[in-house]
């Protein structure tokens, strides 16, 4: 009796040990709405070349953020938002080169010289996972550039999503969206990117 008794629990240990074993990690689902679906690829002066899958909604404002999305603005900073407004119309530029190497630019024109407002940025990948969050106070005074890649770990053959998001007084949010970029060993013409 003690030994069958050890013997099906040997077994009962073993077979535990190979279903768990087995078992692999499923991946998170996409935490976005829409799964990253394309690039809008362009060079190192920022130049489009062409695009790669469905780039329809990329560096454009949006009202269809999931409350996942939404939720990558929620982190405090000590911007004084006392005389920020809203814009009538920023302009968000595709960032470049896309794909990247070393670094990544990111820019826009927003307002007039005397209109400040709030740009909140986040870099993640396709997971939401927070590769880099900036937030700071832009006016018309030109272009603002930002090398993104220095700021954030990321992975060779990675595929990441830049949120961007205006808010003023008492109007957080009020013109948001995205676009995505890749990092490659190479540049476009590799068989290290699509």
Do not use: H
């Amino acid at each position: 009796m003690k030994k069958t008794l050890k013997y099906l629990l040997s077994i009962a240990i073993l077979f535990l040990v190979f279903l768990n074993l087995s078992c692999k990690k499923k991946k998170p689902e996409y935490a976005t709405s829409t799964p990253i679906a394309g690039f809008l690829y362009t060079d190192n002066l920022g130049n489009l070349i062409t695009n790669y899958g469905d780039v329809s909604d990329d560096w454009k404002f949006t009202t269809n953020l999931n409350a996942a999305e939404l939720g990558l603005f929620d982190f405090s900073d000590t911007i004084n938002m006392a005389n920020t407004v809203v814009l009538a119309n920023p302009k968000i530029l595709p960032a470049f080169p896309n794909p990247a190497k070393n670094y990544i630019a990111f820019s826009g024109q927003f307002g007039s010289i005397s209109e400040y407002t709030k740009l909140k940025i986040v870099v993640t990948d396709p997971y939401l996972n927070v590769g880099f969050r900036y937030s700071l106070l832009v006016n018309g005074s030109g272009y603002y550039f930002f090398n993104l890649i220095g700021n954030f770990a990321f992975q060779k053959n990675g595929i990441y999503r830049i949120y961007y998001s205006f808010s003023a007084k008492d109007k957080p949010n009020y013109k948001m969206g995205y676009g995505d970029f890749q990092i490659c060993p190479g540049y476009i013409a590799t068989s290290n990117c699509p």
